[in-house]
C-alpha cells in the first residue's frame, strides 16, 4: 500500500476518481473518506479529522488528496504524512467559485485552497498535465471577499470535525468498484440490474426507481418528443433557474418534449426543482437521482439532447458521460467547455439555448441522426488509468 488516497467529500465526481484510482492501483493503496455531505464542513475540519484516523505505516510513498482538504493542516498535524510526495486534484477553484445572491464569499475556503497549492509537487485541476486540457481562464482570478461568521455546531458533524475523542482503529477503506463510461450500456438497450447505493451516503427520498423503458415502449423512434437531460448536482452554481426557465419557454409555446432530472440532491435544494417539477406536469420522465450507475447509463442512453447551464465548471463529468452515451451537448461558451466541445455545441445565453431546443423540439430527428463531432475517446479511463498509475508510480524526491 505505497499510495495513500484521501478523499474528505467522497460523492460524485470526486468518488468516481477516487474508485477509479483504486481500481487501478488495486492492493497497492489505501483510501481513507469522509462522506459527501456538509462540504463547508469538511473543508474546514477534514485535516483534524484524517490525522487522526489514517494508520500510521512505512510503506506509504506518495499521498493522492483532493482540494476539499486542507493539505497544509494535514502535513503540519502528520508530519510522517508531509514528508510524502504529494499530488491535488483540483475540482474547483474556491476563489471564484458561485455564491448565492444572499451570501458574502467566505474568503477561508479559498484561502485553504492557496494554503494546499504550495504543499504538493504536482496540482492537477480538471486533469490538467495528465490530459493536456487547459485550466479555466478564470481559475486563478483572485476574485474573493472577507465573511465573518459563526462555525456551524450541529451533532451530526462534531465528531466529524475531529473535535471529539479520537476513535480506535484504522479509516475505512472502500472496496467497491465504479464504472465507468466505457461500461455504459447500448444506445437503447434495456438493462434489468439491481440498484446499488453509495455506502458513505445515507437513503433519502431523491433515490427513485427508473423506469423509461415501459414509458417509451411501442412507439416510433421518430414520433417520440424530444427527450432532454439534466444530469447536474440540484445546486445553485448548476444554475437551474435558467435550465427550467428555457423548459417552461418551451412549454409555453406548446413545444413537446420530455425532460430527466438525473442529478444528486444534498441537505439544501433550490426552490426551483419542486416549482418546476409541478410546472412541467407530464412532460417529465424522470425526476431524481439514479444510484445505480447502470440505470443512469441507460437513462442517458434513451435521451436525446443533454444540457449544462453551468455557473462554474473544472471539467464537466456529466455532459462527457452523456455525449459518449450518444447524447447531442449544449453548454455555455464559457468555462471549460470549449475546450472539451466544438463550437457547434455551445451557446452564448439563454436565448440561443431556447432557440435551439425549439428547433430541435420541432425536428428531433435532427439530434437523434446526428453524429458527434468531438472527441470523447481521450477522456476514457482506458485512456487515462495509465497516466494516472506513471503519476502515482514515480519516486518521491531524493531530499525528503
Given at each position: 500500500m505505497s499510495v495513500l488516497l484521501i478523499e474528505?467529500?467522497?460523492?460524485g465526481s470526486h468518488k468516481q476518481l477516487m474508485d477509479l484510482l483504486q481500481e487501478e492501483l488495486q492492493d497497492d493503496c489505501v483510501?481513507?473518506?469522509?462522506?459527501?455531505?456538509?462540504?463547508?464542513?469538511?473543508?474546514?475540519?477534514?485535516a483534524l479529522y484524517f490525522m487522526?484516523?489514517?494508520?500510521?505505516?512505512?510503506?506509504?510513498?506518495?499521498?493522492?488528496?483532493?482540494?476539499?482538504?486542507?493539505?497544509?493542516?494535514?502535513?503540519?498535524?502528520r508530519p510522517d504524512l508531509g514528508k510524502l510526495k504529494k499530488v491535488l486534484y483540483f475540482h474547483e477553484n474556491q476563489l471564484v467559485y458561485p455564491v448565492q445572491k444572499c451570501q458574502e464569499r467566505d474568503f477561508q475556503y479559498g484561502y485553504n485552497q492557496i494554503l494546499s497549492w504550495f504543499?504538493?509537487?504536482?496540482?492537477?485541476?480538471?486533469?490538467?498535465?495528465?490530459?493536456?486540457?487547459?485550466?479555466?481562464?478564470?481559475?486563478?482570478?483572485?476574485?474573493?471577499?472577507?465573511?465573518?461568521?459563526?462555525?456551524?455546531?450541529?451533532?451530526?458533524?462534531?465528531?466529524?470535525?475531529?473535535?471529539?475523542e479520537a476513535q480506535p482503529g484504522p479509516c475505512t477503506t472502500q472496496q467497491e468498484g465504479l464504472p465507468s463510461p466505457r461500461t455504459a450500456p447500448a444506445r437503447g438497450a434495456t438493462s434489468d440490474v439491481s440498484e446499488s447505493t453509495n455506502p458513505c451516503q445515507e437513503e433519502d427520498n431523491q433515490h427513485l426507481t427508473f423506469n423509461l423503458t415501459n414509458i417509451l415502449s411501442g412507439r416510433d423512434c421518430q414520433q417520440r418528443p424530444l427527450h432532454v437531460a439534466w444530469p447536474h448536482r440540484w445546486e445553485h452554481d448548476k444554475d437551474p433557474e435558467t435550465f427550467f426557465k428555457v423548459l417552461l419557454k418551451l412549454k409555453e409555446k406548446d413545444l413537446p418534449f420530455h425532460v430527466s432530472v438525473l442529478g444528486e440532491a444534498f441537505t439544501e435544494i433550490p426552490d426551483i426543482f419542486s416549482e418546476a417539477k409541478k410546472a412541467l406536469g407530464s412532460s417529465v420522465?424522470?425526476?431524481?437521482?439514479?444510484?445505480?450507475?447502470?440505470?443512469?447509463?441507460?437513462?442517458?442512453?434513451?435521451?436525446?439532447?443533454?444540457?449544462?447551464?453551468?455557473?462554474?465548471?473544472?471539467?464537466?463529468?456529466?455532459?462527457v458521460e452523456a455525449v459518449y452515451c450518444g447524447c447531442y451537448p449544449l453548454c455555455p461558451k464559457a468555462l471549460v467547455y470549449p475546450e472539451i466541445f466544438p463550437a457547434e455545441y455551445l451557446y452564448s445565453t439563454p436565448e440561443q439555448l431556447f432557440k435551439r431546443l425549439q428547433n430541435f423540439c420541432k425536428r428531433p430527428d435532427i439530434v437523434r441522426k446526428h453524429l458527434y463531432k468531438g472527441e470523447t475517446a481521450g477522456f476514457s479511463w482506458a485512456a487515462l488509468g495509465g497516466k494516472f498509475r506513471s503519476l502515482l508510480a514515480a519516486e518521491p524526491r531524493e531530499d525528503l
Open positions: 474528505a467529500f467522497y460523492g483510501l481513507c473518506t469522509l462522506p459527501a455531505k456538509k462540504w463547508h464542513w469538511k473543508a474546514r475540519t477534514a487522526q484516523t489514517v494508520p500510521t505505516s512505512t510503506n506509504y510513498r506518495i499521498l493522492f488528496a483532493s482540494s476539499v482538504l486542507n493539505l497544509a493542516e494535514l502535513a503540519a498535524l504543499m504538493p509537487e504536482h496540482k492537477l485541476a480538471h486533469l490538467e498535465k495528465v490530459m493536456g486540457v487547459r485550466r479555466n481562464g478564470d481559475a486563478h482570478q483572485l476574485e474573493a471577499r472577507q465573511k465573518s461568521g459563526a462555525l456551524m455546531k450541529t451533532r451530526d458533524t462534531h465528531c466529524e470535525s475531529g473535535l471529539c420522465l424522470h425526476w431524481g437521482y439514479l444510484p445505480s450507475k447502470d440505470d443512469y447509463f441507460q437513462a442517458l442512453c434513451m435521451a436525446d439532447v443533454v444540457i449544462s447551464t453551468a455557473k462554474h465548471e473544472f471539467f464537466g463529468v456529466a455532459m
